[in-house]
């Protein structure tokens, strides 16, 4: 079973069992997460649930993409029904109305982070990275991702979004992807004082005493700092201008090439749809927002071709289209 779920006490644990893949988002898992999540809105003997994942490389790498290339590729046009189940999983998790935590080590990325940027409670480790790659690989900053980044300064955002750089835990909570790092050798106990406090008599209080308790300094922020020193750059109107402008200003070469790497196409799509996020009013408009986008995004040469370059042939060396449909990326944001 890829995922596991059960009841420990008063506490629902879903677990990712699919740790071959660092536990990626197939539309199975999707649609079983909702289905939990459906069943123990209502059963009184569920008070709280826990997000965990199975395996030591870490909590999710995201949605299964390259099964989604492989339909497009095809036109079997059920590949829009994963991206569907899966920004409505988003928006169960973020509106759940029991308290929900997750623990998050190792990779947190794409996906990972719809489930575990959405929960309420959020531990992770400083061996966790985290990371949005959809520049990388011809797409957009989906899974309500922007509800979450739209509450830091916008230049942060922008630059963990169209760079597609992992980060470590210090620049996640910079960032509000997470709420308290706990030293690794105390997972089991920081999991064992979860299911505890599903039987507390208040249960948010008690986790966030738990967090309290356990909370370390997650080291260092690097790409945040950064950001906030390129703080200008990100005023430009367009993806192409900011990262021409982070190139010319000299303050991070090895970043300023990274970021030219990436698919234009996805880095103004990025961009647009963060700026119109952090005029939404809620993250269902924002999970609108990214439905359209998916839809258009999935259909253009980039995303099949950064998926072949990075997850199927591997050999990092996409061939973006140069050509960005403006108008295209306008009308999918507006509806």
Not at 28 to 57: C, N, P, Q, T, Y
Not at 163 to 170: D, E, N, R
Not at 258 to 278: C, D, F, G, K, V
Not at 298 to 327: C, M, Q, S, Y
Request: glycine share 8%; net charge negative.
């Amino acid at each position: 079973m890829q995922i596991e779920s059960g009841i420990e006490g008063r506490l629902g644990v879903i677990a990712l069992n699919r740790p071959e893949a660092i536990n990626a988002l197939s539309l199975g898992m999707i649609e079983a997460i909702s289905g939990v999540l459906r069943l123990w809105e209502h059963d009184d003997k569920v008070r709280a649930v826990l997000f965990e994942g199975r395996g030591a490389r870490g909590f999710c790498a995201g949605g299964d993409v390259r099964a989604v290339r492989e339909a497009v590729l095809k036109n079997d046009p059920d590949w829009v029904r994963f991206f569907v189940d899966e920004y409505i999983m988003n928006g169960r998790i973020a509106s759940y109305p029991k308290p929900v935590a997750v623990i998050a080590d190792g990779v947190v990325m794409g996906g990972g982070i719809g489930i575990a940027g959405h929960a309420q409670f959020r531990f992770t480790t400083p061996n966790a990275r985290f990371a949005m790659p959809e520049a990388a690989i011809g797409f957009v900053c989906d899974v309500g991702v922007n509800a979450i980044l739209k509450k830091a300064p916008v230049q942060r955002a922008l630059l963990f979004e169209l760079s597609a750089q992992a980060v470590g835990a210090a620049d996640a909570l910079a960032l509000g992807l997470t709420d308290c790092a706990v030293a690794p050798d105390r997972l089991g106990e920081v999991r064992a004082s979860i299911v505890a406090a599903a039987s507390a008599g208040n249960v948010e209080q008690a986790l966030v005493g738990l967090m309290e308790a356990e909370s370390i300094q997650a080291g260092d922020r690097v790409l945040c700092d950064l950001a906030d020193r390129l703080e200008d750059e990100f005023r430009l109107g367009t993806a192409a201008e900011i990262v021409a402008a982070i190139a010319e200003s000299g303050e991070a070469p090895e970043l300023a090439a990274l970021m030219a790497s990436r698919s234009p196409t996805s880095q103004e799509a990025i961009l647009q749809s963060h700026l119109a996020a952090r005029r939404a009013p809620d993250i269902q408009d924002i999970l609108t927002i990214d439905t359209r986008l998916a839809r258009l995004m999935a259909g253009l040469p980039d995303f099949a071709e950064g998926v072949r370059a990075v997850l199927v042939d591997k050999d990092h060396k996409p061939r973006w289209n140069k050509e960005i449909p403006h108008r295209e990326i306008a009308e999918a944001i507006a509806g």
